[in-house]
T-cell receptor, first 115, second 112 residues
Framework: ETGVTQTPRHLVMGMTNKKSLKCEQH?????MYWYKQSAKKPLELMFVYSLEERVENNSVPSRFSPECPNSSHLFLHLHTLQPEDSALYLC??????????????FGEGSRLTVL | GENVEQHPSTLSVQEGDSAVIKCTYS??????FPWYKQELGKGPQLIIDIRSNVGEKKDQRIAVTLNKTAKHFSLHITETQPEDSAVYFCAASSGGYQKVTFGIGTKLQVIP
């Protein structure tokens, strides 16, 4: 148990569907992240929120829309996805939002399959 | 931007033997190098990290070395056990909202 909980763990959706991934951290951290993990590729940073403000957006297509209503919750809204978006989506949190101060705490991920 | 290369991509060792995973990075401004272990069905978890003002760090059976001049860093696991079987990721960071660049991962299999 890392203190970061992701739901759902598995999601299958069609290209025209709209769904959301949810992440909750119970660690009192100030920063939250979305990463994409695809086979045979490095982890790709998608979005970073620090104190509920988006501070990084790594050229992610607009069909991915993040939302951070408070420092404990992070969502990734999905719409009109493509099959190549199928991957494991990992949420992470860290104590501080700025500087390389240490550890990222990851959730167990949401396995997304786009048909 | 930063580029982290990691090898080997897969590694099989006999239980009790040592395992070494090597990484190189490109950005001389990188000053923090964490290693994460990802077990099947779980998210990555930090196992050890090293900062650029240190050349070596050890924690029980795992150790990390850093050569800043050559931009190399390595993970060493001694006396491997079956529970060490997992995917290991190296990473490099120069700061700024935990912007960490990961390597591609090494799948380690420890054969009992």
């Amino acid at each position: 148990e890392t203190g970061v909980t992701q739901t759902p763990r598995h999601l299958v959706m069609g290209m025209t569907n709209k769904k959301s991934l949810k992440c909750e951290q119970h660690l009192g951290h100030n920063a939250m992240y979305w990463y994409k993990q695809s086979a045979k590729k490095p982890l790709e940073l998608m979005f970073v929120y620090s104190l509920e403000e988006r501070v990084e957006n790594n050229s992610v297509p607009s069909r991915f829309s993040p939302e951070c209503p408070n420092s404990s919750h992070l969502f990734l809204h999905l719409h009109t996805l493509q099959p190549e978006d199928s991957a494991l989506y990992l949420c992470a949190s860290s104590r501080n939002g700025g500087g390389n101060t240490g550890e990222l705490f990851f959730g167990e991920g949401s396995r997304l399959t786009v048909l | 931007g930063e580029n982290v290369e990691q090898h080997p991509s897969t590694l099989s060792v006999q239980e009790g033997d040592s395992a070494v995973i090597k990484c190189t990075y490109s950005d001389s401004a990188s000053n923090y190098f964490p290693w994460y272990k990802q077990e099947l069905g779980k998210g990555p978890q930090l196992i050890i990290d090293i900062r650029s003002n240190v050349g070596e760090k050890k924690d029980q059976r795992i150790a990390v070395t850093l050569n800043k001049t050559a931009k190399h860093f390595s993970l060493h696991i001694t006396e491997t056990q079956p529970e060490d079987s997992a995917v290991y990721f190296c990473a490099a960071s120069s700061g700024g909202y935990q912007k960490v660049t990961f390597g591609i991962g090494t799948k380690l299999q420890v054969i009992p």
